[in-house]
């Protein structure tokens, strides 16, 4: 946002046929609208406490189509409008006899007092009430609007504070932040030798193709590896469970029996989360671990957190339409109320934590996780391995949430490339169902070994059915349909 894009890499993050708040740009508005979003950006960051830059910044978006972001600024325009109008409204049940009175710095979000010392002039106590007055209503006027923005944006409204939305590739991200470079991994490399030396991190992991091929990572054995030998534990600082919260109550969030680990949803010994638990509900797993990922950056000094060697490593999904809900409460509020109330980070006034950053860490991380109803972890390393429908690596997560172990699911050669099965209950599932299944990963459909020598099969089938057909003289174009015994038919399945 805080950088020249040109107009055609825009592309909405509004899914077709939703209702959305207003109609989609002409081609001319569209320039005239991103001008907009870059200096009412940068309005933001000079005058980062004004509501009104907020408010107008996501009216902007909500315009271009992005109602995930459009809900973020609303939702921070609110917050700004909202604590102040706190402030005023117990001032003037408080102060009606001890006035100073108390006036918003210009932009600033602080508040000075315009009375004189000891000042008792009556007239001037008067003018600042009636000013109070007229703030009063300019804020309360903004957070009405600032409300609307959001309902307008989250298309579920009023049955649920839930939007939906098209996770893309924001087109004001730095190139740098969208691919792993030679350095990250080395470092990635580096982890895998010190967790036992059996693979490393290769690029080109499909071979080189037409387009640039480099940023396609893949895990690959060093050595020969015997089937069940022990390939790697991978342990994470990542991850988020539904465990007891602030009442200790150890039941899972979902009505069963859960994980009754007090420490598990607080990070370390000192930062205590459980109150992350408590607001978000049965997906607390997901925001504790967005809210863990966010403090690793924070705790490690990162310039940037997508910059961040735990952010960076990660790839998601943009390919196809697929089209993902978001939460107010759990994308947008709880994520930057943490920031606000647990780390240093101003979500206001530091523009590495905005709103488009978190939705891209949050596309990151959601692509590369494995977990159960109770649990979600981002593991480091084995967040890299590739995908086969008839894996040669078995892994499984240890009860504390945090490991997982991979083993050889047969004897591999040195040189392979080791691949796991992304969903565990797919095994069974037909060529058709397990692709469609897999699109939530990959893009384009599975091209494994298994996807690929089905497909060979069906296609051998299928050609042999039609030689049948020409071969008994039927025309199924004049709706002559042909009969076949059962078992020919179910090839055409
Ligand atoms: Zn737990
Ligand atoms: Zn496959």
């Not at 705790?299 to 993902?324: C, F, I, K, M, W």
Request: aromatic share 8%; net charge negative; glycine share 8%.
């Amino acid at each position: 946002m805080d950088r020249f894009v040109p107009t055609h890499h825009y592309q909405s993050t509004q899914p077709s046929g939703e209702p959305r708040a207003g109609p989609p740009p002409t081609s001319g508005e569209l320039g005239v609208l991103i001008k907009r979003l870059r200096s009412q950006t940068e309005a933001i960051y000079r005058h980062s406490y004004d509501a009104s830059t907020w408010l107008a910044r996501g009216q902007t978006l909500a315009k271009l189509g992005y109602p995930e972001l459009a809900v973020g600024d609303g939702w921070k325009a609110e917050l700004l409008v909202s604590s102040t109008l706190n402030i005023l409204i117990s001032e003037s049940a408080t102060s009606a006899i001890a006035l100073p009175a108390w006036k918003l710095g210009y932009r600033m979000g602080f508040w000075m007092s315009s009375a004189p010392e000891g000042g008792a002039d009556a007239e001037l106590r008067r003018r600042d009430e009636e000013q109070r007055d007229m703030l009063c209503q300019y804020l309360a006027q903004t957070q009405g609007k600032a409300r609307r923005l959001m309902e307008e944006n989250l298309c579920l409204w009023p049955e649920l504070e839930t939007g939906k939305y098209i996770r893309r590739r924001y087109p004001w991200m730095r190139k740098e932040y969208g691919r792993r470079d030679d350095p990250l991994v080395e470092l990635i490399n580096d982890e895998f030798s010190e967790t036992g030396q059996a693979c490393e991190v290769r690029r080109h992991a499909f071979g080189h193709g037409t387009k640039d091929t480099s940023d396609v990572l893949g895990i690959f054995a060093t050595r020969d590896i015997a089937a069940n030998d022990t390939i790697l534990v991978d342990y994470t600082r990542t991850w988020g469970c539904n465990g007891p919260g602030t009442d200790g109550y150890a039941a899972n969030l979902g009505g069963d029996q859960g994980c009754g680990n007090l420490f598990h949803p607080n990070a370390g010994l000192t930062i205590d989360l459980r109150w992350l638990r408590d607001a978000a509900g049965k997906d607390a797993r997901c925001c504790l671990l967005v809210a863990r990922m966010l403090l690793c950056c924070l705790e490690d000094g990162a310039s940037h957190p997508l910059a961040h060697h735990l952010v960076a490593r990660l790839t998601p999904n943009y390919s196809g339409q697929h089209v993902h809900y978001f939460s107010l409460l759990n994308d947008i509020a709880l994520p930057n109320t943490f920031l606000r109330t647990q780390t240093s980070i101003d979500i206001f006034a530091n523009r590495a934590y905005d709103t488009w950053v978190l939705f891209t860490i949050q596309a990151r991380i959601f692509n590369n996780t494995c977990g159960n109803p109770m649990a979600e972890c981002l593991m480091p390393l084995f967040s890299l391995f590739n995908h086969s429908c008839e894996p040669n690596v078995l892994w499984g997560m240890g009860v504390d949430h945090r490991t997982v172990t991979v083993r050889a699911a047969r004897d591999v050669k040195e040189g392979e490339q080791l691949f796991v099965e992304y969903d565990g209950f797919m095994a069974d599932e037909t060529l058709e169902v397990r692709r469609r299944k897999l699109g939530k990963w990959l893009e384009g459909p599975c091209a494994c070994t298994r996807c690929m020598r089905e497909e060979q099969e069906k296609q051998q089938a299928s050609e042999r059915v039609d030689e049948k057909i020409e071969g008994a003289g039927w025309d199924i174009s004049k709706g002559q349909l042909p009969v076949f015994p059962e078992d020919q038919l179910k090839l055409k399945n």
